[in-house]
């Protein structure tokens, strides 16, 4: 957008919000709209330098993480965009925010979408499918979900790789996966462990490849994602951020999500009847936010609980990341007591900041390794992000009336006495 504030009534407009904004700096509903003031200006930086602050003041509101993700569409950046439109749906609130607000991001991905097919114009008309390059995650390099390895090896990869002894003892493997939990706890890497440990090729559809999908193109991208999958068969087809793509109908106030579900849906039945060989996997944050048909019998039917690292899987992914890394007195048993509910990513971010501290030391002439003040530095600087995910689940599972749907994280609460 080039339209600035050149017009005398929109520079009053700035005017008189910034005013009003210097009496009551901590007002989030006009920051809010002085942001979205700054966002319909073109002036995204500045939209977003408002949406930092109202991120600041308020933490637990989802308004500034909302016009963030805007501002940073508009930018063109929309990996960190979705990074916090997810987070901004996790906090508390989110619902109550002026669905117009909601709707104008979606309308927003739909635009991004669009102007990202005109500017490519003239190539192949959408590229809907990723190869993901072959990152040869294993099991092996997952640390721990001891459990959960061993429930999808019986049940996922062994009837995959054997299906006659299966088939004799009338076992169904059929139908979907969807894994969900909280973000950054191995829910992609457990994807791309089965693909690797089933032998099978991989084809990732990303958020991108969905944007695309609402341009129109919909039916023939969704078709040609199959296609591909069965073309490449034995193949795990992948559906990162489910909710995207299968966002509830009910929920949905545009008709394009429907006909995107309503094809999904067919599409998904269509692996059943014809594509043995095609296994297809899917992973979310939001699984209340996907469309209940996805979920019935041979479609997503299995849903796995992707849980943050228990204490014994926080040490080991201690000791796995901080080898040969310079340490010392540094009690790994009692820092992995420390880092309850913080995700596999969480640990890798604390680790990098952590060695920042000892970094700055050797550079003012102090060289160590890393100790337990880096720690205490970089947990001070990062809370774990898998919390707000849990409250919210938790008022699912408390308000959301007990369909059965989240057994596991029931438990899961529990035994972390959230619940
Ligand atoms: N069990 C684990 N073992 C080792 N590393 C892990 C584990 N879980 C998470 N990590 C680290 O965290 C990173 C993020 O994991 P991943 O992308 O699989 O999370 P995710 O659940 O898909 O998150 P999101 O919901 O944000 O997409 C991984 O690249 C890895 O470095
Ligand atoms: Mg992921």
């Known amino acids: 957008m080039t339209d600035s504030f050149d017009t005398p009534e929109a520079q009053e407009a700035r005017r008189a919000l910034e005013q009003r904004l210097l009496l009551e700096p901590f007002d989030s509903a006009l920051r809010a709209e002085y942001g979205e003031l700054l966002l319909a200006a073109g002036l995204h930086a500045e939209a977003l330098a408002q949406a930092r602050l109202l991120t600041q003041q308020l933490a637990q509101n ?39 607000e909601q709707l104008a991001l979606r309308a927003q991905r739909v635009e991004g979408a669009r102007l990202q097919l005109v500017s490519s114009a003239g190539q192949a008309p959408v590229r809907s499918i990723q190869d993901v390059a072959a990152e040869k995650v294993r099991f092996s390099s997952i640390v721990g979900m001891e459990d959960l390895k061993k429930t999808i090896r019986l049940k996922i990869i ?7 002894i299966f088939a004799r003892f009338r076992m169904q493997s ?14 992609t890497m457990v994807a791309r462990a089965i693909a690797n440990e089933c032998n099978a090729a991989f084809v990732s559809v990303g958020i991108s490849d969905v944007l695309n999908m609402y341009v129109g193109e919909s039916e023939s991208n969704l078709a040609a994602m199959f296609d591909k999958a ?10 990162d951020e489910l909710d995207a793509l299968a966002y509830s109908r009910s929920k949905a106030s545009s008709n394009t999500t429907r006909t995107v579900v309503n094809e999904f849906l067919t599409q998904l039945d269509g692996v059943g009847r014809e594509n043995r060989g095609v296994l297809v996997l899917a992973a979310t944050n939001m699984p209340w936010d996907v469309d209940d048909a996805m979920k019935r019998p041979g479609r997503f039917s299995r849903q796995i609980f992707v849980a943050p690292p228990d204490l014994e899987a926080r040490r080991e992914m201690l000791r796995s990341k901080l080898v040969g890394v310079p340490c010392e007195e540094l009690d790994l048993d009692t820092l992995a007591t420390q880092l309850e509910h913080y995700s596999g990513a969480d640990i890798d971010g604390l680790i990098e900041m952590a060695k920042e501290s000892a970094v700055s030391d050797g550079l003012a002439g102090n060289e160590r390794g890393l100790n337990a003040d880096d720690f205490r530095y970089a947990t001070s600087q990062q809370r774990p992000s898998t919390m707000d995910w ?25 035994r972390v006495k959230l619940l």
Do not use: W
Request: glycine share 12%.
């Open 230 to 239: 069965r073309s490449q068969a034995p193949c795990v087809l992948f559906f």
């Open 174 to 187: 059929g139908g979907g996966i969807l894994l969900y939990g909280p973000p950054g706890c191995g829910k």
């Open 390 to 414: 849990l409250r919210t689940v938790r008022n699912v599972v408390k308000y959301a009336g007990d369909d059965g749907s989240f057994r596991e994280v029931e438990q899961y609460l529990k």
């Open 62 to 100: 989802p308004l500034g993480p909302l016009l963030a993700a805007r501002a940073l569409l508009a930018q063109g950046d929309r990996e960190q965009a979705m990074q916090r439109y997810t987070a901004a749906r996790a906090l508390p609130g989110f619902e109550t925010i002026d669905e117009l």
């Open 158 to 164: 062994d009837p995959y790789l054997n299906p006659g």
